[in-house]
Nanobody, 119 residues
Framework: QVQLVESGGGLVQPGGSLRLSCAAS????????MAWYRQAPGKGRERVAS???????NYVDSVKGRFSIFRDNNKNTMYLQMNNLKPDDTAVYYC?????????????WGQGTQVTVSP
């Protein structure tokens, strides 16, 4: 069983910063890709950023230059550094892990953490 535990959300003023963490635990062989998604009220879930096994990263255009995704492989933990936050960044943020497990590739989601950007 693989579990993802997120932390770091909260209330921040526009222009502020937050760092989200996603710690993976349980039984898996290796990470294929990890990613952050977000879902704002009344909207669909969108992928914000991803990081592959080789460290390659991708970002949605709206966060390029403001957000940074990185991983600590020793701790199986992924981070999302969010700078210059805007009200449009308000959403529940979810982490996702796709990993090699016995029998194939497993797909796991965290419980979500709320990020609110407001004066």
């Amino acid at each position: 069983q693989v579990q993802l535990v997120e932390s770091g959300g909260g209330l921040v003023q526009p222009g502020g910063s937050l760092r989200l963490s996603c710690a993976a635990s349980g039984s898996f062989f290796s990470i294929v890709v990890m990613a952050w998604y977000r879902q704002a009220p009344g909207k669909g879930r969108e992928r914000v950023a991803s990081i592959g096994n080789s460290g390659d990263t991708n970002y949605v255009d709206s966060v390029k230059g403001r957000f940074s995704i990185f991983r600590d492989n020793n701790k199986n933990t992924m981070y999302l550094q969010m700078n210059n936050l805007k009200p449009d960044d308000t959403a529940v943020y979810y982490c996702r892990l796709q990993a090699n497990v016995d029998g194939g590739i497993g797909d796991y989601w965290g419980q979500g953490t709320q990020v609110t950007v407001s004066p």
